[in-house]
């Protein structure tokens, strides 16, 4: 068994050992769309889980801090919000980009066991709410927690959908749409796992995770249960917010995105920075796009 940690309270700091950010990230009005897809994960949630086990085959890999022979880059999918690498032209971007306060409020109001490993297999979320977003691309997902992990898979998924659903994630390029389901056909799966479980599947793709960061191999977006939990202790904001920087970051990579740099002093941190190695002078950030709808990106890294 794991030790047993506090996670941050909403507002408070986010603290654990290393992952993405640096800075501040402030609150602001909730947005309508995303307060709708909560009442609709709500609502929907009930009844039984299903168990998934890992699928060992994967077409791809992108770890957080991965040995830098193991991170093969991709090459980010362009549309016409974001044709600048550089996020200044025509992007309205704010130096203090604002999270949703729509989200459910996350799992941080009591202790929650961190286990070294855990078993492999998963519930699944049972949920199946309508596509957020205009995009034609609808991508179907799935929320799974590990077995033996203190989180209910209902509660992960209110979050991860309010996330997906929030006007500056990646549905606000035009492009994408997200529809959480709990069966059937689907396109990716966001799986929160124990340290453990996280280093043996990343792993087996050739990413180095280290038990504290998380991954991207294929179809899972793989959630290091440690930095779910504690955040990180460079990142100066709730832990909703850094958990929003999570699923942003790892999604981009399912969506086809490579890793992208600071575009300048003072600015933004893309959500596809590794923010864990530093800002290098930017904000940290939890959102691939601004209030305005302006691309909050930076040079391609490769």
């Not at 799966?189 to 191999?217: F, H, Q, S, W, Y």
């Amino acid at each position: 068994m794991g030790r047993r940690h506090r996670s941050a309270a909403s507002g408070g700091r986010a603290r654990g050992r290393r992952d993405h950010d640096r800075g501040r990230v402030r609150r602001n009005p909730a947005g309508t769309w995303a307060i709708a897809v909560v009442m609709l994960v709500c609502a929907s949630f009930g009844g039984g889980a299903a168990f998934a086990y890992w699928q060992e085959t994967r077409d791809g890999a992108v770890a957080d801090r991965a040995l830098p022979a193991a991170d093969p880059s991709e090459t980010p999918a362009r549309n016409p919000l974001d044709a600048s690498p550089s996020g200044t032209p025509g992007t309205g971007a704010s130096a203090s980009p604002r999270p949703s306060p729509s989200a459910p409020r996350p799992s941080a109001s009591r202790d929650i066991a961190i286990p070294a490993t855990g078993p492999g297999t998963f519930r699944t979320a049972s949920a199946d709410v309508p596509a957020a977003g205009q995009g034609s691309r609808v991508w179907r997902y799935k929320v799974l927690v590990e077995d033996g992990i203190d989180i209910g898979a209902n509660q992960a998924a209110a979050e991860v959908a309010a996330i997906l659903a929030d006007d500056r994630g990646w549905t606000r390029g035009g492009s994408h749409s997200f529809r959480l389901v709990s069966s059937g056909p689907y396109d990716f799966v966001v799986k929160i796992a124990a340290p453990g479980t996280v280093d043996r599947v990343c792993g087996a793709a050739g990413l180095l995770t280290r038990g504290e960061v998380n991954c991207r191999v294929g179809e899972d977006v793989v959630v290091n249960l440690k930095r779910w939990v504690l955040g990180s202790p460079e990142f100066d904001g709730p832990i909703g917010d850094y958990r929003a920087l999570i699923v942003n970051h790892e999604v981009g990579h399912r969506l086809g995105r490579g890793h992208e740099g600071c575009p300048g002093p003072g600015k933004p941190a893309p959500a596809m920075m590794q923010q864990i190695k530093g800002l290098q002078g930017c904000v940290a950030n939890a959102w691939p796009y601004d209030r305005d709808g302006g691309y909050l990106g930076g040079p391609a890294v490769r």
